[in-house]
C-alpha cells in the first residue's frame, strides 16, 4: 500500500506543477505584418476598382470598352483574361492570409484571457473587435453576392458578359432599390472595417506617435471615407436615375 502511494507521488506533483503557457510559433507581429500587407493589396484594388467603376460617367461604350481593355493587359504574355486571372489569384490569397492571420490572432487574444472581463471594463476593446470581427464577415458575404451579381452575373437581371453599362443598370433600378439599399449597408460595413484596419496598419508598421495621431487618423477616415462614397455614387446614381 505504502507502495502503490510513492508511485503515485511524482505523478501528483507533475501535475500541481503550473501549466507553462505554450509559446506561439508564428509571432504576433508577424500575423499583423501578414494583416497589413494582405490588406495592402485589397485596399489597392479597391481604389483601381473605384476608379474604374466611375467610367460610367462617361457612357455605356466607355465603361464597357473599359472591361475588354482589362481583358487585353499582358495578352501576348498571359493571353484573353490573363491579367484578369493574375489578379484574381493575388485577391484570394490576400483574402485566405488575412482571414487566416486575423483568426489566429483572434484565437490567441481569446486564450490569453480565459476570465472574462468585469462588466463594465469590456466596452471599447470588445467593441472594435467584435465590429471588425462581424464587419469582416460582412464584407466576405457582400463579395461573394457582388461575384454572383457582376462577375458571374448569376443574379442579376440582365447578366450579360462584359456588358457592364446594362448589368449595373439593371441591377440597380428603382423598383430594385432594395439591392441598392444592401449594397449601401455593406459599403458602411465595408467602411467602419477599413478605417480600422487602415489604422491597425498604421500601428503595425510603426509610422504612428502621439504628435500624429490625430494627423494619421484623420487621413485613414478621410481616405476610407472617399473610396466608399465612390464606390456608393454608382448604384445611387442609377437608382435616382442620374445615369
Ligand atoms: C458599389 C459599387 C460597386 C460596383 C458598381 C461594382 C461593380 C463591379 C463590376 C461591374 C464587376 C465586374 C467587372 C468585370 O467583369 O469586368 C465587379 C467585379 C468585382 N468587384 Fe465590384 N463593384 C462595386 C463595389 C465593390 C466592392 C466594395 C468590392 C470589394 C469589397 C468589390 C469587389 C469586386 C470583386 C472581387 C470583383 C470580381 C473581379 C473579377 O473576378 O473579375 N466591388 N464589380
Wanted: aromatic fraction near 12%; hydrophobic fraction near 55%; avoid cysteine.
Amino acid at each position: 500500500m505504502s507502495d502503490r502511494g510513492s508511485a503515485k507521488a511524482p505523478a501528483t506533483s507533475a501535475a500541481a506543477a503550473p501549466a507553462r503557457p505554450k509559446k506561439p510559433r508564428i509571432p504576433a507581429v508577424l500575423l499583423k505584418l501578414v494583416m497589413a500587407l494582405t490588406g495592402a493589396v485589397l485596399v489597392l484594388y479597391l481604389v483601381v476598382h473605384m476608379i474604374g467603376n466611375l467610367q460610367i460617367f462617361w457612357g455605356q461604350t466607355a465603361i464597357n470598352d473599359y472591361a475588354v481593355w482589362l481583358r487585353t493587359l499582358l495578352e501576348p504574355v498571359l493571353g484573353w483574361e490573363g491579367f484578369v486571372w493574375v489578379v484574381r489569384i493575388a485577391l484570394t490569397v490576400s483574402v485566405i492570409g488575412h482571414i487566416w492571420a486575423a483568426t489566429l490572432l483572434a484565437l490567441r487574444a481569446k486564450r490569453a484571457r480565459p476570465v472574462k472581463y468585469a462588466a463594465g471594463n469590456k466596452v471599447k476593446g470588445n467593441y472594435t473587435t467584435r465590429t471588425m470581427r462581424w464587419g469582416g464577415v460582412i464584407v466576405l458575404l457582400f463579395v461573394i453576392y457582388h461575384i454572383l451579381d457582376l462577375t458571374t452575373g448569376t443574379l442579376n437581371p440582365n447578366g450579360e458578359h462584359l456588358a457592364v453599362y446594362e448589368n449595373v443598370t439593371a441591377d440597380f433600378a428603382p423598383e430594385r432599390w432594395y439591392v441598392t439599399l444592401f449594397y449601401v449597408i455593406s459599403l458602411v460595413a465595408i467602411w467602419l472595417h477599413l478605417r480600422h484596419g487602415l489604422w491597425s496598419a498604421i500601428q503595425t508598421l510603426g509610422w504612428n506617435s502621439n504628435r500624429r495621431e490625430k494627423t494619421l487618423k484623420a487621413i485613414a477616415t478621410v481616405f476610407t471615407t472617399v473610396l466608399i462614397v465612390g464606390f456608393l455614387i454608382v448604384p445611387i446614381s442609377v437608382t435616382f436615375g442620374w445615369i
